[in-house]
């Protein structure tokens, strides 16, 4: 009775073990197709703009008198950041962060209180964008000096809904919308001829459309069912996300190609119940080399950060699971 269950007998309630795990004693292995795959971050449309931000989020917003703050970095492009954060004065700066940020992600800083506004009141953040293992528009390398107002941080309208966060946020635009222009020398800059001695008004800013996302590459044909199997458990919802799961055969499907059914899957999920105020729903991805999970996580802390998320219990689905809490 030692031995390890596999998931689908946690699931079944089974006790039984399988031919394999009698005979080896040991853990069945949890493998899964898509682990092949090193994948590469969902771009968006609009998201080749070259976007970032330095924002800062108090911890208690309604108590501003008796509130500390946290600082991060958004990266809001399809381009990978290079980054190097520091603050200081003059020919004197202390380095805070450096490191990398994935597409469409924000990264966590540091936390600090009224006490340390006054040593970053003068912030620079350098950064170069890139995206690896494709072309790409190359962008300028950038070097943003912000002025903090430590004033603003005492003022409840300072901080203000965003796309970013839950809570309000201050935020200090790194680049936003390439403001930054690529330096040329002994560049000439003038109008067109046939607006010079004119009047004539600067166009007007064409709206981007609304985010999309990418278009599938797999056939609905290969699918078991518009939804995952779907198992009621102690009052949570439990999805195998498992490619033998959700898929009648991989044949022609490249583990790229199954990792993205195995995400429409998970976000087709949270939609189905995303008015249940405190539905529980575990996602079993398995162990493997984490690249499922790792997805998963990412579009949690982005695109659901209002829904709490926790490892599911190892004693009922393995190390292989989350479980998703939806807020409304």
């Known amino acids: 009775e030692g031995k390890?269950?596999?998931i689908k007998a946690r699931l079944s309630g089974n006790t039984a073990t399988t031919t394999s795990e009698t005979e080896a004693g040991e853990e069945e292995i949890d493998y899964d197709p898509a682990d092949n795959f090193v994948p590469q971050p969902r771009e968006r449309?609009?998201?080749?703009?070259?976007?970032?931000?330095?924002?800062f989020v108090p911890t208690k917003p309604r108590e501003l008198n008796n509130t500390d703050f946290e600082s991060y970095l958004v990266?809001?492009?399809n381009y990978y950041i290079h980054y190097l954060y520091m603050v200081g004065t003059q020919n004197e700066w202390q380095c805070k962060a450096v490191g990398?940020?994935?597409?469409n992600t924000k990264l966590f800083i540091e936390r600090f209180s009224y006490d340390d506004l006054n040593n970053i009141?003068?912030?620079?953040?350098?950064?170069?964008?890139?995206?690896?293992?494709?072309?790409?528009?190359?962008?300028?390398?950038?070097?943003?000096h912000i002025r903090i107002d430590a004033t603003k941080f005492y003022k409840l309208n300072t901080f203000r809904e965003n796309d970013f966060f839950d809570a309000p946020a201050l935020l200090y635009a790194v680049t936003e919308k390439e403001k930054a222009k690529e330096t040329k020398l002994n560049e000439k800059i003038e109008l067109p001829k046939k607006l010079q001695g004119s009047n004539t008004q600067p166009a007007q800013p064409t709206l981007q459309p609304a985010?999309?996302?990418?278009?599938?590459?797999?056939?609905?044909?290969?699918?078991?069912?518009?939804?995952?199997?779907?198992?009621?458990?102690?009052?949570?919802?439990?999805?195998?996300?498992?490619?033998?799961?959700?898929?009648?055969?991989?044949a022609?499907?490249?583990?790229?190609?199954?990792?993205?059914?195995?995400?429409?899957?998970?976000?087709?999920t949270l939609e189905q119940y995303k008015n249940k105020n405190q539905q529980k729903i575990v996602f079993i991805h398995g162990k493997g080399e984490g690249v499922l999970r790792r997805s998963i996580i990412r579009e949690l802390n982005y695109k659901y950060k209002k829904y709490h998320f926790q490892?599911?219990?190892?004693r009922e689905y393995g190390y292989g699971a989350t479980q998703v809490t939806i807020i409304t």
């Not at 620079?124 to 070097?143: H, I, M, N, S, W």
């Open 252 to 268: 022609g499907l490249t583990p790229g190609d199954i990792l993205e059914y195995q995400m429409g899957i998970f976000r087709s």
């Open 121 to 144: 009141a003068e912030a620079c953040v350098q950064v170069f964008a890139y995206k690896p293992a494709k072309t790409f528009e190359r962008k300028p390398a950038l070097d943003a």
């Open 75 to 77: 990266n809001d492009s």
């Open 211 to 250: 985010r999309k996302p990418l278009v599938r590459r797999y056939e609905n044909s290969q699918s078991k069912a518009k939804y995952a199997k779907q198992i009621l458990k102690n009052d949570k919802i439990v999805v195998d996300l498992h490619a033998e799961e959700v898929l009648e055969t991989t």
């Open 4 to 6: 390890s269950k596999s």
């Open 100 to 103: 990398e940020i994935e597409p």
């Open 311 to 314: 490892d599911a219990s190892f």
């Open 45 to 55: 449309e609009g998201g080749n703009t070259l976007t970032a931000y330095l924002a």
